[in-house]
């Protein structure tokens, strides 16, 4: 039986399978982060009314935070959870919409963003509700980092913010990947995989020295880790991207190698079972020959982020499958059409 079908028959939303050779971890902070998240996007009108609330909890948001999170304290796993929410409904789903298909609005936008980033200017140089939390988060998200790790996840958070602006000019332009691992390197950028995982350095973990996290084995492993999160994600959110999204790794597959969904899907499963065993094979044969050149804390730090990685893997595939975000097609609520615009716009 195919994978969709057992799925199918199981009551299980259809979605890539591949194993996962390492824990799910879970942040015991997660209930007061939820509360947190919920709070702080009410005080910034990122949700509105008790149904807005009640999808923000359906989707698991305050749950992703904590897998992805798992030693965080309950300070940083809050502000984990209220990233999250932020993430989404007020900027991911957006940029889905008509927002996102007006390369020029979307640039004003991210413009304000980056500049946040970067600390060049605050939202009031574009007062629209997601510009202004994001201020008030981004604050708190690098309070205390080195000046280093500070540096590189601003650079990884400004690629996010740019790579919006890529996929408003695709989707002005048609344009479609016709190249999975050509696809792949964007995805990173537009998932904010790797300032996602900066975050982790930060939030429980120990940072990885700059002379050492730019080493091609731990490149290669944080580039499998994203590309196995946007198979998983992917084949998890073609409800909505049939009707309002872009680029999409089952959609390639169906497109460039003429098969149906069921096809693409078992397709998808296998080159997500082929990462995760490269994965292995690389945290087997090469991470140690790395490893017997650095000293002690630089040792724990690596072997930590290998963790995180494993922990964005894990907790992905898990949180795909209890949240109800990609259930059906999100249509876009009335009140969250502002939430991009700014005032007097």
Not at 230 to 247: K, P, W
């Amino acid at each position: 039986m195919s994978i969709l079908r057992e799925q199918e028959a199981s009551g299980m939303r259809m979605g890539a399978e591949f194993s996962r050779p390492w824990p799910l971890r879970v942040n015991p902070h997660v209930d007061q982060a939820r509360d947190s998240a919920i709070a702080w996007m009410l005080e910034f009108g990122l949700l509105r009314g008790e149904r807005a609330v009640r999808e923000f909890v359906d989707w698991r948001l305050a749950e992703v935070a904590a897998f992805f999170y798992p030693r965080a304290s309950a300070e940083d796993c809050c502000t984990a959870a209220q990233m999250m929410g932020w993430y989404f409904l007020p900027f991911d789903d957006q940029l889905d919409g008509d927002l996102g298909r007006d390369p020029h609005r979307v640039s004003q936008v991210c413009t304000a963003l980056i500049a946040i980033v970067h600390g060049t200017t605050d939202a009031r140089s574009h007062d629209a509700p997601t510009v202004r939390a994001f201020a008030d988060l981004w604050g708190r998200m690098v309070r205390g980092m080195s000046p280093s790790l500070r540096s590189r996840v601003a650079f990884h958070w400004s690629s996010y913010f740019s790579s919006q602006l890529t996929e408003a000019m695709d989707r002005s332009n048609g344009y479609s990947y016709l190249d999975l691992e050509t696809y792949f390197d964007f995805r990173a950028a537009t998932t904010c995989a790797f300032g996602q995982n900066d975050l982790a350095e930060k939030w429980g973990g120990s940072e990885v020295p700059a002379v050492v996290w730019h080493h091609p084995v731990l490149k290669r492993m944080r580039q499998l880790g994203a590309d196995l999160v946007a198979i998983r994600n992917d084949s998890m959110s073609t409800s909505h991207e049939d009707v309002d999204g872009l680029h999409n790794a089952i959609h390639i597959i169906e497109r460039t190698q003429s098969c149906t969904r069921e096809e693409a899907v078992e397709r998808a499963s296998a080159l997500g079972q082929e990462k995760v065993s490269q994965l292995v094979a690389i945290e087997e044969e090469q991470l140690p020959q790395l490893l017997s050149h650095l000293d002690g804390a630089q040792q724990r730090a690596v072997l930590g982020y290998a963790d995180t990685i494993h922990d964005w893997i894990c907790g992905d595939y898990e949180w795909e499958q209890i949240s109800a975000r990609h259930a059906s097609h999100r249509p876009m609520p009335e009140w969250a059409s502002e939430l991009l615009v700014a005032a007097g716009s």
